[in-house]
């Protein structure tokens, strides 16, 4: 035993916790205070690894990056939390549905929980918009960074996709006729809408085989109208299909950025 | 496949794809000299046949009656592209019957034509809403007959209201205006209203059918069914 009494509790305590098992089996290195450290913390770590071990000094200028690409991914976080408790609360039926949100603003402890939601998913795009804008600005989708760009461009498109299905559920008159007119888009898809370029080329003689009750549109509202199955559809595509997706995605564009060389610097 | 034979296949004789002892038995005895397996029977002895080494006798049975195994080229020959094939086509069609799986057999909505009660019931110079919620059409009733316009708005969708005091149909979403006739004379919408098929039933009610559409821009309202002449 080294001799204790000079030096100070708290070191001692540190000392002797860090030198638990229980310590020992979660952190497999020294505190980072050399280069070497530094690099197997973050190499050590799942959610340290996705990032880059070292970057550049420009890189963490705020003046550089807006910060709006960490920005988004916090509000991604948000939006997943004040989303899993609302879904306590919100039952996705026509009967329900609308009611369940006044609720949520009046009767629910914490009634901003759901304004929270909302205006987080208005800060969110606007924020991925940003960090879309700066990396063209910084020509960071230059090579080596094109397929990173790629992944941020169908991330651009998940996010557009959640703040579209999430619109429906309070199921009011602004919700449904939004999604009515937003939804009506889909008749026009190339073959597989049914006002669609080439569409009538899926015919079997005079039968038509896509038609407005078997074209995407109908796929994706599960019915010819804006009802219960496009309600349904609405909240499940928006609570658990595109998040996981965008979850995924978000882990490789993460990823990338490290493979890639880390943030790219000034021009 | 005698070229592949190595040094330790070379003490089996000549057919030396003859099957050897079942799994599990004993190690070769003098018993069983009939089935020209060496009483050495190598575990490494068979590395060309089905089922080599040590499972040397699953790949082929005695009582098959087959003078020689099946070599391992010439099953993976032909398994390899049969069972790709085999693979790829069970993938395809569960996916097709995945894609499948998104379209409803029965919905759970208005139907698309139903009956609308008899003639009389409805006032010359009137737009009928009786019908709009339920199935979203109008039944107009003019001097020479009847027909059913489709409560859809053509420029986004949106259902438009009738106003009578005004005398139009007018769309909350984005003010279209259209005439009773269903002719748009204002607002953004680019086409008149679409009317549906419009018949008399054998029980003498008349009959709406959403499902077949009679567009204007089309010259469709001139055809027999977009008007129901009394």
């Known amino acids: 035993m080294p001799d204790t009494s000079k030096t100070p509790f708290l070191s001692r305590t540190w000392d002797y916790i860090t030198e638990t098992q229980i310590w020992r089996s979660i952190f497999r290195h020294g505190m980072p205070a050399n280069n070497r450290n530094r690099v197997l913390v973050v190499m050590s770590n799942v959610f340290l690894h996705l990032h880059p071990v070292k970057i550049r000094k420009s890189g963490i200028r705020l003046k550089f990056t807006w910060c709006m690409g960490g920005l988004t991914f916090f509000l991604f976080l948000v939006e997943t939390f004040t989303g899993l408790l609302l879904m306590f609360y919100y039952r996705p ?14 009767q629910v402890p914490l009634g901003i929980m759901r304004e929270i939601h909302r205006w987080g998913a208005h800060a969110m ?17 230059k090579p080596p960074r094109e397929f990173n760009w790629n992944v941020g461009v169908i991330l651009l498109v998940l996010t557009l996709l959640l703040s579209f299905t999430g619109y429906l559920l309070p199921w ?22 049914h006002e669609g370029p080439g569409s009538q080329l899926l015919a079997l003689g005079d039968v038509k085989m896509v038609h407005a009750g078997s074209d995407a549109r109908f796929a994706l509202l599960g019915g010819r109208f804006v009802g219960e199955g496009a309600l349904l559809r609405f909240y499940v595509l928006h609570c658990v299909g595109i998040p996981l997706v965008a979850g995924i995605l978000m882990a490789v564009h993460f990823w990338r950025v490290r493979k890639d060389g880390g943030i790219s610097g000034p021009l | 496949m005698a070229d592949e034979k190595d040094a330790a296949a070379g003490a089996t004789p000549p057919g030396g794809a003859k099957p050897g ?16 397996a060496t009483p050495a029977a190598q575990p490494y002895g068979r590395s060309n046949t089905i089922g080599p080494g040590v499972a040397s006798a699953t790949g082929a ?23 790709w094939v085999a693979f790829s086509a069970a993938c395809a069609s569960s996916l097709v019957a995945t894609a499948r799986f998104l379209f409803p057999n029965v919905l759970f909505e208005p139907p698309q034509s139903f009956k609308a009660g008899f003639p009389g019931e409805y006032n010359v110079g009137e737009v009928d809403v009786r019908w709009k919620d339920a199935y979203g059409v109008w039944i107009v009733r003019n001097a020479e007959g009847f027909y059913a316009l489709i409560a859809v708005c053509t420029h986004l969708g949106c259902s438009p209201n009738w106003l009578p005091a005004e005398n139009k149909f007018k769309c909350p979403c984005h003010g279209s205006g259209f005439y009773m006739t269903g002719v748009n004379f204002e607002g953004p919408a680019p086409r008149p209203l679409e009317r549906a098929r419009i018949v008399l039933a054998d029980d003498g009610q008349i009959l709406v059918d959403k499902s077949v559409k ?3 821009e089309k010259g469709e309202w001139t055809k027999s069914e977009a008007f129901l002449k009394v």
Not at chain 1, 175 to 185: D, R
């Open chain 1, 93 to 106: 039926t026509v009967a329900y549905a609308y009611m369940d949100i006044i609720d949520l603003a009046e």
């Open chain 1, 125 to 141: 795009v606007i924020t991925v918009w940003l960090h879309m804008f700066r990396v063209f600005m910084t020509g960071s989708y």
């Open chain 2, 61 to 83: 049975r005695p009582a098959a009656g087959e003078s020689a195994g099946v070599s391992r080229r010439s099953f993976m020959k032909w398994s390899l592209p049969v069972g």
């Open chain 1, 172 to 193: 009011d008159q602004l919700a449904i006729w939004a999604i009515t007119v937003g939804s009506n888009m889909a008749r026009a898809t190339p073959v597989l809408g």
């Open chain 2, 214 to 216: 009679f567009q204007s």
């Open chain 2, 21 to 36: 002892p079942p799994v599990g038995s004993p190690p070769m005895t003098p018993l069983e000299p009939a089935t020209g």
